[in-house]
């Protein structure tokens, strides 16, 4: 019989990551969207105190790359500071966004933090009251293009009560990531590791219960793209080796998605009013939630909400209705209402165009494919991980009615 424990699982804060794809919404929200990943990790260190964790595990990226900013570097040593002070320790590996080449250490980090090698496996042990209760492995990403298996190289001792792996890296397939890390299922499965801690995945998901193999995705949403609550789990080991894993959101700002369906709203007046209840549903105190609608099918107001001026009118009388930096602000209206019927049934260069298009079939992976291999995807950098099939399906589909909307013709034309 062990003694019980309790540990935190986190990854991915790319602390001093900048919003993508925001404009200003007013000084207060700005400066909050700012350091948003830095109150997220500080909600990290506070729950670990509140629920006197014996240890936080951290899974690669704790910044966002090579160069970030001195003060991403302060806040993470202050935030560790805090966890010492409370004689909680912190295991680190590092990720590809911040790989062992790279990460250059202006600030001394407190003795509690202990960062894997590059070169090896290292080996940690977690005591309790005196006591060991499990051995921490862990070995961190060399640089930012790392291909190898790591998890392969981790071999725990056979006298370990209970044993605990920290990997950057991807678990088979995961589209629109790259395959940093790369391992498999089966592969996980035959070492004897009974809690597999991953980063890199930005969406939290347990791949497996036996062993556990556990992503905890990122501990802030830095995009659209990454919507709904973000945080890390707390790990419950008990004194069998029985494990409960639990969900801790902690984002500062939660981005959400949500959609209206054009056939209940009758006028501009019901509209307004849908936008305010949508943003009742989701307010949450203390929290500025980012909130993008999609508007669906066919009604009376179709023509109307087609017209992008319209929606960003509609968008700017709902964001003027909230006040100071807690609150949910509609960012994107997404509009939807040709339907396929009257696409088929439009006339001349119009059908001719919808007509092509279908005949093209294009969509899944051979979209995708199209786009990578357009010269343009190398200017993406690193960013082109962010790129995922909802997304690339999703400007396809925008790009689809707007040339619908062009060959139409307006009053404006040149």
């Given at each position: 019989m062990g003694i019980p424990f309790r540990f935190i699982q986190c990854g991915d804060l790319h602390l001093g990551a900048p919003?993508?794809?925001?404009?200003?919404?007013?000084?207060?929200?700005?400066?909050?969207?700012?350091?948003?990943t830095y109150g997220s990790f500080q909600n990290i260190v506070n729950l670990a105190i509140r629920q006197r964790v014996a240890a936080v595990l951290i899974t690669g990226d704790v910044y966002d790359g090579a160069d970030h900013p001195l003060e991403a570097e302060?806040?993470?040593?202050?935030?560790?500071?805090s966890l010492a002070k409370e004689?909680?320790?912190?295991?680190?590996?590092?990720?590809?966004?911040?790989?062992?080449?790279?990460?250059?250490?202006?600030?001394?980090?407190?003795?509690n933090v202990h960062i894997c090698a590059a070169d090896q496996v290292d080996r940690f042990s977690l005591m309790v009251r005196g006591q060991e209760v499990a051995g921490i492995y862990g070995r961190?990403?060399?640089?930012?293009?790392?291909?190898?298996?790591?998890?392969?190289?981790?071999?725990?001792?056979?006298?370990?009560?209970?044993?605990?792996?920290?990997?950057?890296?991807t678990v088979g397939s995961h589209e629109g990531h790259d395959k940093t890390g790369p391992c498999s299922m089966d592969a996980l499965r035959r070492i004897p590791i009974q809690y597999w801690a991953f980063g890199h995945i930005h969406k939290r998901?347990?791949?497996?219960?036996?062993p556990h193999i556990v992503y905890a995705g990122n501990t802030q949403g830095l995009h659209r793209g990454e919507s709904g609550p973000k945080g890390c789990y707390v790990v419950d080991v008990s004194s069998?080796?029985?494990?409960?894993?639990?969900?801790?959101?902690?984002?500062?700002?939660?981005?959400?998605?949500?959609?209206?369906?054009?056939?209940?709203?009758?006028?501009?007046?019901?509209?307004?009013e849908m936008l305010r209840h949508k943003k009742e549903m989701l307010r949450k105190p203390g929290m500025s939630i980012l909130l993008t609608l999609r508007l669906t099918g066919e009604g009376a107001l179709s023509e109307v909400a087609s017209d992008n001026t319209v929606r960003a009118a509609w968008?700017?009388?709902?964001?003027?209705?909230?006040?100071?930096?807690?609150?949910?602000?509609?960012?994107?209206?997404?509009?939807?209402?040709?339907?396929?019927?009257?696409?088929?049934?439009?006339?001349?260069?119009?059908?001719d165009y919808v007509k092509a298009l279908d005949a093209m079939d294009i969509g899944g992976d051979?979209?995708?494919?199209?786009?990578?291999?357009?010269?343009?995807?190398?200017?993406?950098?690193?960013?082109?991980?962010?790129?995922?099939?909802d997304m690339v399906e999703s400007a396809y589909e925008k790009a689809r009615r707007e040339g619908i909307r062009l060959l139409q013709g307006n009053e404006y034309e040149d």
């Open positions: 919003f993508r794809y925001l404009k200003s919404f007013g000084r207060s929200l700005d400066e909050a969207m700012m350091r948003a302060m806040h993470f040593v202050r935030a560790c500071e004689h909680i320790p912190v295991y680190v590996v590092q990720g590809n966004h911040d790989p062992a080449d790279s990460w250059k250490r202006h600030m001394p980090l407190p003795d961190s990403i060399s640089s930012d293009t790392q291909y190898e298996d790591l998890a392969s190289d981790i071999h725990p001792l056979r006298s370990d009560s209970f044993s605990i792996a920290l990997v950057h890296g998901q347990i791949l497996s219960e036996q069998r080796g029985t494990v409960e894993v639990h969900f801790h959101e902690t984002n500062a700002i939660r981005f959400a998605e949500d959609t209206i369906d054009l056939g209940q709203v009758q006028s501009v007046v019901e509209m307004l968008i700017e009388e709902a964001q003027a209705e909230e006040s100071g930096k807690h609150g949910v602000y509609i960012i994107g209206i997404e509009c939807d209402t040709f339907s396929s019927e009257k696409q088929g049934a439009a006339p001349g260069m119009v059908s051979s979209l995708l494919k199209i786009v990578t291999e357009r010269p343009e995807w190398k200017r993406l950098g690193m960013y082109s991980q962010l790129v995922t099939d």
